[in-house]
């Protein structure tokens, strides 16, 4: 997890040191972001309704939840299916994006790629499309997921602090035990190349909603049975 790169220092500060982690248990993390007609299937609301750089369409990516939302979705769609779905922990989420690489982007260091793998500034402000756009039509990486760099920053299950690599335990990290900010990972489409970067760490308070922030999902697979 995290970057040793010491280019925009203050940037990216809450990104050092790097280090490694261990993930004990296997996961499921949704193929793309939660759309707004998975949504609207679980919590019947429309929270982007009437907000601006919002279009409306099943396949869009969901927008304007927070991570109270969020956490209340998994919770309901949990009660529905009889099956465990959480936000992934920010360890959990770096791991998934990166797909077994160690580059800066999933598909590797250069940004000229970037707009093949992701919604963002370069290919929204200003051609537009100022908003969270259909999941899925941008290249996946090597894991298979969808729009992991980029359409709509993602919630984490973890409390968010900036000092947090420096004592996080290296098994199983789920981050501080409190704190005043949520993790964001992944950036959206308003963002900028080293905003989307795998290592990119961002946060916002948990009731923060607005066109930019989504979430995908995780499913906790079905414990093996025990020998007879």
């Not at 529905?80 to 999933?106: I, N, Q």
């Not at 964001?184 to 290592?199: E, H, K, M, T």
Request: charged share 20%; with cysteine; proline share 8%.
């Amino acid at each position: 997890m995290g970057t040793n790169s010491w280019g925009w220092a203050e940037y990216l500060k809450n990104e050092r040191p790097r280090h490694k982690v261990t993930i004990p248990e296997p996961f499921y993390l949704g193929v793309h972001e939660v759309t707004q007609a998975q949504w609207q299937q679980v919590m019947t609301t429309t929270p982007w309704k009437d907000m601006l750089h919002v279009i409306e369409g099943p396949d869009i990516a969901a927008s304007c939840i927070s991570w109270n939302d969020a956490t209340d979705f998994c919770e309901r769609l949990t009660a529905f299916e009889g099956r465990r779905y959480r936000l992934p922990t920010e360890a959990e989420w770096e791991w998934a994006c990166r797909a077994g690489t160690d580059t800066a982007y999933s598909f590797g260091d250069g940004r000229e790629k970037l707009s093949e793998y992701s919604w963002n500034a370069q290919n929204i402000e200003g051609h537009g499309k100022s908003h969270a756009q259909r999941v899925g039509q941008k290249i996946a990486n090597a894991f298979g997921l969808y729009d992991a760099h980029g359409n709509v920053a993602e919630w984490c299950s973890d409390w968010y602090d900036a000092s947090w690599y420096r004592v996080s335990p290296r098994h199983n990290p789920t981050g501080p035990p409190t704190g005043a900010f949520r993790v964001q990972r992944g950036g959206s489409w308003n963002a900028v190349p080293i905003g989307l970067r795998s290592s990119h760490r961002d946060s916002r308070p948990q009731s923060h909603a607005t066109p930019t922030t989504g979430f995908r999902v995780v499913l906790e697979p079905l414990p093996t049975p025990e020998p007879p």
